[in-house]
C-alpha cells in the first residue's frame, strides 16, 4: 500500500476548528480556515483519517462531546488532546514561542531558555503521543506538524510504536552556531531523528540541518544526493527533503474576480484617499519586520518629495499572542512609530501610514490585495511566507508589485519576479519604494505573470504530493 492509500493522520498544535460559547448559551463548534487545513481535509476524508490537536479550550469544557459530534457530520475524526492552562503558558508560550520561535528566525536578541518551560514541553509531547498511540496503527500514515512538538517522534518510539512516522517544519531551522547557543541542542537534533521523514521548507533549512546532525551527532551516518539527505542514526533511517509550502492559487483567484472582492478594494482605496497604495499585512510578531518597514516608509517620504500626498501605507496588523509581554511592547512601538510619522507628514486630506488592528475574512483579505499597488512583504525571516503567495494569485490585472523580503523562504520561488530587499537596509529599502513606485506597467506586467505562474504551478495540493511521493 503506498502512502496516498493509506489513513492520513495530521497532527497539530490546534485541531482545525474552533469551540466557542459558555455553559449558558451552550457551545458551537466552528471550521477553521488556513491552506493546510484546505490542502489536507480532502486527503483526510477520502482515507477515512483523523486530525489531532489541542481543541483551543480549557478542559472544563465538554469538547470530547463536541467534537465526536462534529466528526460524525466531517467525515473525518476530530481527535482531542487536553492541555490546562499551565500547560499552555509553560509548553506553548514558554519553551515553544520563548525558545524555538526567536532562535529558529535568527533573532537572538528574544530568546531565553527556562528549564522548567523545556520540562513541560517533554510532558505536553508525551501527551500528544499517548493520544496518537491509542488512535493509530501500523498501517496509517502519520504526518506531525511544527515546532511546538519536535518530540512527538521520540516519545512514540519510547512506546514501541511501529508506524511509519513524517514530520514536517513549518518555520526556519538555524545554522549550528545559533543552535549552538540553545540548551540541550544534541538531544532536540536526536529526537528529530527519531521521524523516518521531515520535509523543510527551503534548500538552506535542510543543509543546515544537515549540518547540525554532522556537528552535533559525529556517530551519525549521512548520505547526501540532489535533492536529499538519509541519515542512519540508531538502527533508525531518515530522509530529509525540502519541499515549499503555498496557497491554493484557484480560491484566491476566484474570489479575486468577484464583485465582493472588486467593491472591497474600490472602497478601501476611496476611503484612504490615496492615488497609490502599498499593503503590509502582519500576524503580530516582531519576525515580521514592522518598525523596520514604518522606518523605510519614513526614509522615502523624507528623500522623495514628489511622492508625498501621492502614496499611503495601509498597514493591517492581525492580533497574535497579546498576553506576551514581547508583543504588547511591539504594538507600543507601533503605535508610537505611526503617531511620530503621521505627526510629521499628514497634510490636509492626506494621511502617509493607515493602520488596522484587527482579522480580515477572505472577501476582504483579497480585497486589501487587490487595492494594493505594492505588497510590503519583509520580514526579519520567515519560513515560507504565504501572504507573498496570496497577493500574486488575487493579482489577476497583473498589476501590482512585489516587495519580498531576502530572508522570506518565498523568496527562493517568487525572486524572478519580486523586488527582494533586505529589510535591515532602511535606505536601500526606501529607495526600492520608490523603484515601485515609479515602475512602467508593461514590467509590473512582466514580474507579475511570472509569480503568478509559478504559484499557480507550485500549488498547495503539489506540496502535499511531492511529500508523500518520497522514495524512502
Given at each position: ?349 492626506w494621511v502617509p501610514i493607515h493602520y488596522q488592528f484587527n482579522t480580515l475574512d477572505r472577501v476582504r483579505l483579497v480585497g486589501h490585495y487587490k487595492a ?101
Open positions: 500500500m503506498n502512502d496516498s492509500e493509506k489513513r492520513l493522520v495530521v497532527v497539530s498544535n490546534r485541531l482545525p476548528v474552533s469551540i466557542s460559547g459558555d455553559e449558558k448559551i451552550g457551545y458551537t463548534v466552528e471550521p477553521g480556515a488556513g491552506g493546510l487545513i484546505t490542502a489536507l481535509k480532502p486527503i483526510i476524508k477520502r482515507t477515512k483519517g483523523a486530525w489531532l490537536g489541542w481543541p483551543g479550550c480549557n478542559i472544563d469544557v465538554p469538547f470530547d462531546k463536541l467534537l465526536q459530534e462534529y466528526s460524525n457530520k466531517a467525515s473525518f475524526s476530530l481527535l482531542p488532546v487536553g492541555l490546562t492552562e499551565e500547560d499552555i503558558a509553560m509548553y506553548y508560550r514558554g519553551f515553544s514561542n520563548r525558545s524555538i520561535w526567536p532562535l529558529f528566525h535568527d533573532l537572538i536578541g528574544q530568546f531565553s531558555f527556562v528549564l522548567e518551560e523545556y520540562e513541560r514541553y517533554k510532558v505536553v509531547n508525551r501527551k500528544f503521543a499517548e493520544t496518537i498511540a491509542k488512535n493509530i496503527t501500523e498501517n496509517d500514515n502519520v504526518w506531525i506538524h511544527d515546532y511546538q512538538l519536535i518530540f512527538v517522534g521520540s516519545e512514540l518510539r519510547d512506546l514501541q510504536i511501529k508506524t511509519k512516522l513524517n514530520f514536517f517544519l513549518h518555520i526556519p531551522f538555524p545554522s549550528v552556531d545559533l543552535l549552538r547557543r540553545l540548551p540541550r541542542n544534541q538531544t532536540i537534533i536526536k529526537r528529530f531523528l527519531a521521524y523516518d521523514h521531515i520535509g523543510f521548507q527551503t534548500a538552506v533549512d535542510k543543509r543546515n540541518f544537515v549540518s547540525c546532525v554532522k556537528w552535533l551527532i559525529p556517530e551519525a551516518r549521512i548520505i547526501n544526493k540532489r535533492t536529499k539527505s538519509y541519515i542512519t542514526y540508531n538502527d533508525q533511517k531518515t530522509v530529509i527533503g525540502y519541499y515549499p509550502i503555498s496557497i491554493d492559487f484557484n480560491e484566491f483567484n476566484d474570489v479575486s474576480k468577484s464583485k465582493e472582492a472588486s467593491d472591497t478594494a474600490w472602497y478601501l482605496k476611496e476611503n484612504i484617499n490615496a492615488k497609490f497604495l502599498v499593503l503590509g499585512l502582519d500576524r503580530l510578531d516582531y519576525t515580521k519586520g514592522i518598525p523596520q518597514r514604518f522606518l523605510a516608509f519614513e526614509k522615502l517620504l523624507e528623500k522623495h518629495e514628489d511622492v508625498r500626498g501621492e502614496i499611503s501605507l495601509l498597514q493591517v496588523v492581525i492580533p497574535s499572542r497579546l498576553n506576551v509581554p514581547d508583543y504588547q511592547n511591539l504594538r507600543d512601538e507601533l503605535e508610537q512609530l505611526l503617531g511620530r510619522i503621521n505627526g510629521r507628514f499628514s497634510t490636509s486630506g494594493a499597488d505594492i505588497a510590503l512583504v519583509t520580514p526579519l525571516r520567515d519560513g515560507m511566507n504565504l501572504v507573498s503567495k496570496e497577493y500574486c494569485a488575487s493579482s489577476i490585472d497583473n498589476k501590482g508589485v512585489l516587495m519580498l523580503s531576502e530572508f522570506a523562504g518565498a523568496a527562493d520561488q517568487l525572486g524572478k519576479g519580486a523586488i527582494l530587499c533586505n529589510p535591515f537596509d532602511i535606505d536601500r529599502t526606501a529607495e526600492q519604494i520608490y523603484e515601485a513606485f515609479r515602475m512602467s506597467d508593461e514590467e509590473k506586467e512582466r514580474r507579475m505573470r511570472l509569480m503568478r505562474s509559478e504559484v499557480k504551478k507550485n500549488n498547495v495540493d503539489r506540496w502535499v504530493r511531492q511529500f508523500f511521493e518520497v522514495n524512502h
